[in-house]
């Protein structure tokens, strides 16, 4: 049986999870401002991968997939999810970078 997450873990989660929404927020692929929540399918996914290990392709593709085909949205255009990708990717980078920072005497 698994123990229940620590309450720093919660907060790095919920970091994250923050830092994933506000990227997809500004990016607006719906075209459109939507509730705050639109888009955590997407980002609670992107969560996932993060913790699985995924890759920059791997980013890249979960966007895609979700956008175009959860959302239902026609072929958006690569460099727009690619730009999305890298800002996802850059601030898994930054934030464990501080964390690493962190860790230093």
Sequence with gaps: MSRPPTRLKRKRIFTE??????????????????????????????????????SGDDVVLKIKDEIEDHFGLGPVPWAEI?????????GWRNREKEGNNKRRP
């Design 82 to 90: 690619q730009a999305a990708a890298a800002e996802v990717m850059n």
């Design 17 to 54: 999870e923050s830092a994933i929404r506000r990227i997809i927020q500004d990016w607006q692929p719906l075209g459109f401002p939507v509730p705050e929540d639109e888009y955590d399918c997407l980002v609670l996914q992107l969560i996932g991968l993060k913790h699985a290990g995924g």
